[in-house]
C-alpha cells in the first residue's frame, strides 16, 4: 500500500516510505530480484500500523448540580474527530471537533462514566481510549431544623435533597466543635454548654465522598438550664441564707447554706464561686 502499482525498486536493504495517515494499516512485500530483471526469489511481506495517538488526560471541569464540562488533550494525529460515549448520551456516542465538551441537563449528585476516543472518517484510531468517572454536585439538604434535647443535647434533622446523594457531612460549630458524617436524616450533638453560641452546617455527599453539595446551616444558643443559677434574674446567687433563693424551676438552691444541705443547683459552684 502507498506506492506505485508497479512497486519499487531499490538497490538497499531499507528505503523510508512517507506520506503515510496517522494510525494507517499498511502492508508491504519485497521480492529479491536477480540481474537479469526477471528471475525472482520468495516474497516477503509484513502489515503494520502507523504510530497512532488517541485522546490524553481526559478530566472534568465546571462541574456544577446539572452539568459537566469534558476536557482532553489532542491526538497527535491531524485531521481526526473524537466520538464521545458514556451516561446520559446517544448509544452511539457523539461526535466532537475540538477537546471541550459540556454535558448539561443532569442530576445531582449523579454518578456519570465517559469514555472518549478518535477517528479519521469512520475508522477509530488505535489505541486505549481515555476513561473517567465523574459526579455532578449533590443538591443542598432541605428543611434544617435544630431542637434542643436538654441543657446540653442538641438534635439537627433535614429532608434528602432532589435528586442522587451517598451520605452526609455536619460541622458543629462553636465551643465544644464537632464533625461528623453519617447516612441518615438526623443526628445528634452532646456536650453542649449553656449560653454558648452554635452553628450546625450540612452538606450532602456523592457517592466518592468528596463531591460536597452547598452547605445549609442554623444558628442556636444553647439556653440555660431552669435548674441553673444563671436562670435566676438578679441576683444570680445569694450571698447569705435564703430559702428563697432557688432556681427558675424552684429544684435547687443558690444560697451561701445549699452546700452544707446538699440541695445546690449544678452550677452553683461555677457560677456563684
Known amino acids: ?75 497527535l494525529c491531524a485531521g481526526v474527530e473524537y466520538v464521545l460515549e458514556g451516561t446520559t448520551l446517544p448509544t452511539e456516542g457523539i461526535i466532537v471537533s475540538g477537546t471541550s465538551y459540556k454535558i448539561s441537563g443532569l442530576t445531582g449528585g449523579k454518578q ?29 439538604v432541605k428543611n434544617l431544623l435544630v431542637s434542643i434535647v436538654n441543657k446540653t443535647y442538641a438534635t439537627a434533622s433535614w429532608t434528602a435533597p432532589d435528586g442522587d446523594h451517598g451520605s452526609y457531612v455536619l460541622q458543629l460549630a462553636g465551643t465544644p466543635a464537632h464533625e461528623l458524617n453519617t447516612n441518615k436524616e438526623n443526628a445528634v450533638f452532646a456536650g453542649l454548654i449553656p449560653t454558648n453560641s452554635y452553628s450546625i452546617y450540612v452538606a450532602a455527599l456523592a457517592g466518592d465522598k468528596l463531591t460536597t453539595s452547598t452547605k445549609v446551616s442554623k444558628s442556636f444558643v444553647c439556653p440555660v438550664p431552669p435548674s441553673w443559677c444563671l436562670s435566676r434574674t438578679t441576683p444570680k446567687c445569694c450571698s447569705t441564707a435564703s430559702t428563697t433563693c432557688k432556681s427558675l424551676d424552684k429544684s435547687c438552691y443558690c444560697d451561701t447554706k445549699c452546700t452544707q444541705y446538699g440541695n445546690c443547683c449544678e452550677d452553683y459552684k461555677s457560677t456563684c464561686h
Open 1 to 75: 500500500s502507498s506506492l506505485p502499482n508497479e512497486g519499487w525498486n531499490v538497490s538497499e536493504t531499507s528505503t523510508s516510505i512517507t506520506g503515510l495517515k496517522c494510525a494507517e494499516q499498511v502492508s508491504f512485500t519485497v521480492v529479491a530480484t536477480a540481474a537479469d530483471g526477471t528471475t525472482q526469489g520468495a516474497p516477503q511481506s509484513i502489515s503494520l500500523f502507523t504510530s497512532s495517538s488517541g485522546p490524553s488526560g481526559l478530566y472534568a471541569s465546571d462541574v456544577t448540580t446539572s452539568s459537566v464540562t469534558l476536557n482532553w488533550a489532542a491526538s
Open 112 to 140: 456519570l462514566n465517559f469514555t472518549i476516543k478518535a477517528q479519521h472518517g469512520n475508522t477509530v484510531i488505535r489505541g486505549d481510549p481515555a476513561s473517567i468517572t465523574v459526579y455532578t454536585v449533590p443538591n443542598p
